[in-house]
Antibody, heavy 119, light 108 residues
Framework: QITLKESGPTLVKPTQTLTLTCTFS??????????VGWVRQPPGKALQWLVLIYWDDDERYSPSLKSRLTITKDTSKNQVVLTMTNMDPVDTATYYC???????????WGQGTLVTVSS | EIAMTQSPATLSVSPGERATLSCRAS??????LAWYQQKPGQAPRLLIY???TRATGIPARFSGSGSGTEFTLTISSLQSEDFAVYYCQQYNDWPKYTFGQGTKLEIK
């Protein structure tokens, strides 16, 4: 059974750096084709894909946010960490950790964590 | 970037009736199209992938069709638990996944 869970601060100040951790179970990030990524959703708005990291350490970023994002993985701990710099109130959103299967599908999602950016 | 457009934004349907939701891609995504259901306070749940394949555990009243740029999600007989927001998403141009703006399915 695949599960993912996000953890991190619920409130950050403008200009600060956000660090979120995804802890997962039920699969290995050493498996060919598998990836873990992040999707966010501002309150009342649509979903936006942010970033993915693959089993082979390849990283892919949303072009619009690439300069602010970093993703890393710790396979031994079954964790993926997202870092987003220079946070702004428009970055207020629920951030979801997602499992990407070998077919390219985002098939399992974490429960999400709401991050508010406010001074 | 491939843009996904969903219509209508809101759909009002009575329980037991059929609901038809549309999704259009700005360029062909072949059959690499997924549908998700999201209820308030919950994460999206995968319903359909490959444009027409139901994910594990999804009831048969949910069906998907289409290819290329035009797609449809049909719910044959609405149950109370089906009222939610539905998103389409293309994964043809991965990893630049893009989602539609969503269709809110509400009780009439």
């Amino acid at each position: 059974q695949i599960t993912l869970k996000e953890s991190g601060p619920t409130l950050v100040k403008p200009t600060q750096t956000l660090t979120l951790t995804c802890t997962f179970s039920g699969f290995s990030l050493r498996t060919n084709g598998v990836g873990v990524g992040w999707v966010r959703q501002p309150p009342g708005k649509a979903l936006q894909w942010l970033v993915l990291i693959y089993w082979d350490d390849d990283e892919r970023y949303s072009p619009s946010l690439k300069s602010r994002l970093t993703i890393t993985k710790d396979t031994s701990k079954n964790q993926v960490v997202l870092t987003m710099t220079n946070m702004d109130p428009v970055d207020t959103a629920t951030y979801y950790c997602v499992h990407r299967n070998s077919g390219g599908l985002l098939d399992y999602w974490g429960q999400g964590t709401l991050v508010t950016v406010s001074s | 970037e491939i843009a996904m457009t969903q219509s209508p934004a809101t759909l009002s349907v009575s329980p037991g009736e059929r609901a038809t939701l549309s999704c259009r891609a700005s360029q062909s995504v072949s059959s690499n199209l997924a549908w998700y259901q999201q209820k308030p306070g919950q994460a999206p749940r995968l319903l359909i992938y490959g444009a027409s394949t139901r994910a594990t555990g999804i009831p048969a009243r949910f069906s998907g069709s289409g290819s290329g740029t035009e797609f449809t999600l049909t719910i044959s007989s609405l149950q109370s638990e089906d009222f939610a927001v539905y998103y389409c998403q293309q994964y043809n141009d991965w990893p630049k996944y893009t989602f539609g703006q969503g269709t809110k399915l509400e009780i009439k």
